[in-house]
């Protein structure tokens, strides 16, 4: 994944809270469009073996409050950079 260092507009003061209701603490991330591919082996006895598996984002990535759903997508160069 690309590693962007700039900061874009949205960026919180401190930690990020959710405008409308004021939630800090529990946030979704919703990709649009994703395609997941996923690489299985068959084994001897039928059974299937799960090996690699990759996911492609070909849309939007969205960034929601989870108590009000309030779009905060503004913020989201800002959440993605605050995943440790
Ligand atoms: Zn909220």
Redesign the pocket.
């Known amino acids: 994944m690309k590693k962007k260092v700039r900061i874009q507009s949205g960026q919180p003061t401190g930690r990020l809270t959710?405008?409308?209701?004021?939630?800090d603490y529990d946030f979704l991330e919703v990709a649009e469009n994703v395609i997941v591919t996923a690489r299985y082996l068959q084994n001897d006895d039928g059974s299937f073996t799960p090996q690699e598996s990759e996911t492609e984002i070909l849309g939007e990535i969205k960034l929601f409050?989870?108590?009000?759903?309030?779009d905060l997508s503004e913020y989201h160069s800002y959440f993605q950079e605050m995943i440790f």
Request: aromatic fraction near 0%.
């Open positions: 959710c405008p409308a209701c004021g939630n409050c989870a108590a009000c759903d309030q």
